[in-house]
C-alpha cells in the first residue's frame, strides 16, 4: 500500500506533469513507479506509508 499526495492540479493531469510525494515501502513504491511515471514529471519517496502526508 502507499499513500501519494500530488500537486498538479487539472493542467498536470492532462499534461502528464503530476508531481507524487509517496509514502510506502520500497517494494510497494516499485510497483507504483510504472503507473506514476506515466502520469507525471517526479515521485518522490518520502519512507513509510503515510509518511508523504503534508
Do not use: C, E, N
Amino acid at each position: 500500500m502507499v499513500d501519494a499526495p500530488v500537486s498538479g492540479a487539472q493542467w498536470g493531469a492532462i499534461d502528464a506533469k503530476l508531481v507524487f510525494m509517496v509514502g510506502g515501502s520500497d517494494a510497494d513504491v516499485a510497483r507504483v513507479k510504472p503507473l506514476m511515471d506515466v502520469m507525471g514529471r517526479a515521485m518522490f519517496h518520502r519512507a513509510g506509508s503515510a509518511a508523504a502526508t503534508p
